[in-house]
T-cell receptor, first 116, second 113 residues
Framework: DGGITQSPKYLFRKEGQNVTLSCEQN?????MYWYRQDPGQGLRLIYY???????QKGDIAEGYSVSREKKESFPLTVTSAQKNPTAFYLC???????????????FGPGTRLTVL | QQPVQSPQAVILREGEDAVINCSSS?????VHWYRQKHGEAPVFLMI?????EQKGHEKISASFNEKKQQSSLYLTASQLSYSGTYFC??????????????FGKGITLSVRP
């Protein structure tokens, strides 16, 4: 079965600790994305990548870092510099079709991060 | 800048119709629509492209007014399964190879028996 997976589903961390969220896809999609979801705020883009070893900042990149060493994987690190890291984090992937706009996003099940 | 979605919330009886809207201040290339159930991942419903091409769900329709940079999602003969939060995501013109979606804050739709 093709899909996109995130782990863990729930994550608890102490304030001041870095934490890495996993995202893996076997859909052979070129593009991958990280979104943060807070109540009433919608989905806000943190980082995105359209090709291996390259990524761009989204709208709220401060306090986060990513890597894209493999096409299938796009881990997100929430650093201690992120002021309010408690949130629901969603990873997504999509094909790229530059002449026809962005194709549909496939979302993972999400990771709920709570910083104590 | 996030697109603006309206109304903020919709409550329906099963079988009723609803229209939800998405408006942007920027020139758009495409509009995406997704539905999210509580605690779950958003699920794709529809893409509307500049020029009128529409791809998506069989039982839900949508429109894209390029002049006004607005999109509307039409839910007809609503079912209990339509309940959830509806997000629009907009792709703006001119972003080229670094295209991305900017999502609205979402509209909560509740269908009651």
């Amino acid at each position: 079965d093709g899909g996109i997976t995130q782990s863990p589903k729930y994550l608890f961390r102490k304030e001041g600790q870095n934490v890495t969220l996993s995202c893996e896809q076997n859909l052979n999609h070129d593009a991958m994305y990280w979104y943060r979801q807070d109540p009433g705020q919608g989905l806000r883009l943190i980082y995105y990548s359209q090709i291996v070893n390259d990524f761009q900042k989204g709208d709220i990149a401060e306090g986060y870092s990513v890597s894209r060493e493999k096409k299938e994987s796009f881990p997100l690190t929430v650093t201690s510099a992120q002021k309010n890291p408690t949130a629901f984090y969603l990873c997504a992937s999509s094909m790229l079709a530059f002449d026809r706009g962005l194709s549909e996003h496939f979302f993972g099940p999400g990771t709920r991060l709570t910083v104590l | 800048q996030q697109p603006v979605q309206s109304p903020q919330a919709v409550i329906l009886r099963e079988g009723e119709d609803a229209v939800i809207n998405c408006s942007s201040s920027k020139a758009l290339y495409s509009v995406h629509w997704y539905r999210q159930k509580h605690g779950e991942a958003p699920v794709f419903l529809m893409i509307l492209l500049k020029g009128g091409e529409q791809k998506g769900h069989e039982k839900i329709s949508a429109s894209f007014n390029e002049k006004k940079q607005q999109s509307s999602l039409y839910l007809t003969a609503s079912q209990l399964s339509y309940s959830g939060t509806y997000f629009c995501g907009t792709e703006t013109l001119g972003t080229g190879a670094n295209s991305k979606l900017t999502f609205g804050k979402g509209i909560t739709l509740s269908v009651r028996p």
